[in-house]
């Protein structure tokens, strides 16, 4: 079965760093582009970055570059998000999802969503 676990969601002062993890099991994720998408109260889903598995590359939504990093541990079949100097306009559902590509094709295999919330 294939499946996404999301975690390492919290309350966080504005500043402060948080580190997402996205979990997979039932596939390798090496094999699958990630993405990391937020959904704020009111607003629909956003893409917040994704990373390459063909050739490594990466995407950041111009609201989190050079705050958000995106990487991946293969060994622990994980892909994290290194979120940094976090904003209470980060506040969201943060979820992530694997495609074969990171622009143009569909996302799929949602996992259920980890809680960020940033607030003093």
Not at 2 to 10: H, K, N, R
Not at 28 to 55: H, M, N, Y
Request: aromatic share 10%; glycine share 14%.
């Amino acid at each position: 079965q294939v499946q996404l676990v999301e975690s390492g969601g919290g309350l966080v002062q504005p500043g402060g760093s948080l580190r997402l993890s996205c979990a997979a099991s039932g596939f390798t994720l090496d094999d699958d582009a990630i993405g990391w998408f937020r959904q704020a109260p009111g607003k629909e889903r956003e893409g917040v970055s994704c990373l390459s598995s063909s050739d490594g590359s990466t995407w950041y939504a111009d609201s989190v570059k050079g705050r958000f990093t995106i990487s991946r541990d293969n060994a622990k079949n994980t892909v994290y998000l290194q979120m940094n100097s976090l904003k209470p306009e980060d506040t969201a559902v943060y979820y992530c999802a694997v495609s074969t590509g990171c622009s143009g094709r569909p996302f799929g295999s949602w996992g259920q969503g980890t809680q960020v919330t940033v607030s003093s």
